[in-house]
Each structure stands twice: as C-alpha cells, then as structure tokens.
C-alpha cells in the first residue's frame, strides 16, 4: 500500500486464537501481541478486535445441564471473556503496552447517541496509547441482536473509527479462486469494485466461529466501498502483520478501497440496515431519479407506502415498487406523521439526501 497506515483496525478470528481442542493458543497470541508492539512502535495506533472467548469459555466449564445456543454463549463467554482479556493484558504489559476492554453489542450501532460515545470511548483510549480490545458483549446479547460474527462488528468498528484499513486475520492466506483444498487453487490478490469471486467461495462456517469466507467477502467489500482498505490474511504466519502494514509482498487478499470515501454519518446509516425501525417504498420513477446522475433526497411525492413504527431520526429501509431493498436512510419525521404525508409535493424530504445511502 502506497498510503501509510496509521490507524488500523485488526480483527483476529477464533481459528487463529485457539487449538482444535477449543484452549487458547497462548504462543499464537503472544507472537500477534508481539506483532502489535511494532506496529505501536512506528506511531500506528490499532484497534483490536478480538473472538475467543466463547472457545475459550467452552474449555473451562461443563454445564450441568443441556443449554440452549443463547445460554451455552453467555456462560462460555461470562467465563472466557475474563480470561481471554487477562491474557491479552498480561502480554500487552511484557511490551510495555496497555489494553483496554470495550464489550459492545449491536444495538449500541443502532442509536446515533450509542454510536458516538462509543467512538469518543475508543478516541479517548487511543489518545493516551490504550489499545482497545473489542468483542462482542455475548452474555447480554440474544439471537436477533447478536452480530452475524466478529466480521461485521470488525467492518462497524473499522468504519466508526475511520479507520486507513481493516486486516481480517483468518486461518486460511485469502479468498482463493477454487476450493483452498486443491492445489490448483491460488489465492485472488487483488478485489476491486469490478471483482465479484462469490463463485469461487466456499459455503460453511469457522470451527469455532459464526461466520465464514463468505460473510467476510460481504463485510470486506461495503467496508472498502466506503474507502478503507481491507486486507484478508492467515494470522497463524509468524510475522506478517508488520509485513502487510509494510506493503510487502504477503499472499493475501486486498481489497481496493472506494477512491472518494463516504462521510462519518453516511457510513454509520450505510451499516445500519439491521437496525431499521421501519421501511419506506417508492415508484418507479422515484427510484429511476434515485439512482441518476443528481443527488437526491426521498420525497414524499414518490412514496407509495410506509410500515412499521418509526421515530424521528431513527433508521428505515427503501424499497422499490417490486418490494427489494435499495437502501437505507435517516427517517425525518416519525411513522405517523409521515403516512399522512404520503403523495404530497411540498413537504420536506422523507429522508435528505446527506442521510441516505444506496446499495450498489
């Protein structure tokens, strides 16, 4: 990368952090606390975010009774979590180095407010050289609010902090063109916004984790089109994060970022579609306006139908006349006042445009 790194976003997958047996892989983790100490070391202030804890948890308790998935996850993570951040500060303090946990859930993305003083938080640590550690906060999330994995909340950090790169560490080099278990198979170097290898990836899950290469594609690929750099690499290769910060030659994926990147609040509602309170739907012209050459906002004038129940400020989707999602916005008016104004020419936008963002 011709551009220097100075703050990056590190998201380290559980296949890298512990063993087939589900303990923490002490060694691997010290060699990336290690990696991390360089990269503080040249005047690159990182965000860690980190899995293991749930697999870590796993190996240090036997329930006394079969658990559903949401309480298995809480008592695994309640204990592994303790000891997953004990470690990594034990090894941060041989380097000279302080970390710092920030537990997070998904709807602390979904609130502006939220969203904000949990960037001041990290702002705040980062300024006086405390790394944050981050992960999900698993003993109070449930199924709906749960993030798809570490990926996503990676690709929500990465963009929250603005980060000049996201390297997603897995165990495996990058997306490869084929099945990574043929040795035909070679590893796809370079993505840009004219790349699409979801052929080429294989379905399925981590060991340990949620998600897999796929979601990884996804998160990598909205990340870089809001301009970040994103780089998908083996964490289990000795070495290789002060490499890729480098700009050496690493096999791995990079992805190329978007050449104009999106303002802060643009990439918060760009990330918010999960969060949504409520959908708008639009015509056909609307729609074809939408997506012309002139920055538009969503007026009622080409509204044809609301649902669900909305405040003001709040996150809602766009959806076209066929009923698929274009989009999501920052709603300016709450549900009930904006059905009664569907259809009408001369009341401000349903959504500005500074608060609109259009899938591609």
Known sequence: MAKQLKRIAIKVGSNVLTRKDGTLNVDRMADLV????????????????????????????????????VSSRQLYSAVGQAKLINRYFE???????????????KENFGSRTHYLNQKNCME????????????ENDTVSVTELMFTDNDELSGLVATMMNMDALIILSNVDGIYDGNPALPESKVIAVISDKTDP?????????????????????????????GIAVIIANGTRNGILPQLVAGKDVVCTRFLPADKPASGIKKWIAHSEGFAKGAVYIDKGAEEVLYGTKATSILFVGITRITGGFRKDDIIKIMNHEGHPVGVGRAGYDSEKAVSLIGKRNARPMIHYDYLYLES
């Open 198 to 226: 979801t052929a080429f990836i294989q379905p399925g899950q981590s060991s340990f984790g949620r998600g897999g290469m796929l979601t990884k594609y996804h998160i990598a690929r909205k990340v870089a089109d809001e």
């Open 34 to 69: 290690a990696q991390i100490a360089v990269l503080r070391a040249t005047g690159t202030d990182v965000v860690l975010i980190s899995s293991g804890a749930v697999a870590s948890g796993r190996n240090e308790i036997k329930p006394v009774k079969k658990l559903d998935a």
């Open 124 to 135: 705040v640590m980062l300024e006086n050289g405390v790394i944050p550690v981050v992960n």
């Open 91 to 105: 090894l941060f303090h041989e380097h000279h180095l302080v970390c710092g946990q920030v537990l997070t859930s």
